[in-house]
């Protein structure tokens, strides 16, 4: 079974941080290519960053360049998305997303129609 878990989503003020991690079970993490999307409440989901897994190349939306990092650790099968400098207009539910492939152009990775194994989600709330 494949399963993607996230975690580290919470309550945080405007300029504030958090960790978000992605667990991933049933598959081996480098064979899959990863990202993080979010969604607010009445907005459609968005690409936030991804990350390949041919080469560990990263993407970011426009609006989180500079303030998000994205990462894995093959060897704890683990993504994680560092969000810095958070606004109230980040708040929004972020979830995990992988997909096997043998390589997905950066240019697609924040598609969300490219990826078939989705995590619960997190919720991140950013307000004072």
């Known amino acids: 079974q494949l399963q993607l878990v996230e975690s580290g989503g919470g309550l945080v003020q405007p300029g504030g941080s958090l960790r978000l991690s992605c667990a991933a079970s049933?598959?081996?993490?480098?064979?899959?290519?990863m990202a993080w999307f979010r969604q607010a409440p009445g907005k459609e989901r968005e690409g936030v960053s991804c990350?390949?897994?041919?080469?560990?190349?990263?993407r970011y939306a426009d609006f989180v360049k500079g303030r998000f990092s994205i990462s894995r650790d093959n060897a704890k099968n683990t993504v994680y998305l560092n969000l810095n400098s958070l606004q109230p207009e980040d708040t929004a539910v972020y979830y995990c997303?992988?997909?096997?492939?043998?390589?997905?152009?950066?240019?697609?990775?924040?598609?969300?129609?490219?990826?078939?194994?989705w995590g619960q989600g997190t919720q991140v709330t950013v307000s004072s």
């Open positions: 997303a992988g997909i096997r492939r043998a390589l997905l152009p950066t240019s697609i990775c924040l598609q969300e129609r490219n990826y078939d194994t």
């Open positions: 990350i390949r897994s041919v080469d560990g190349s990263t």
């Open positions: 049933g598959f081996t993490l480098p064979a899959y290519n």
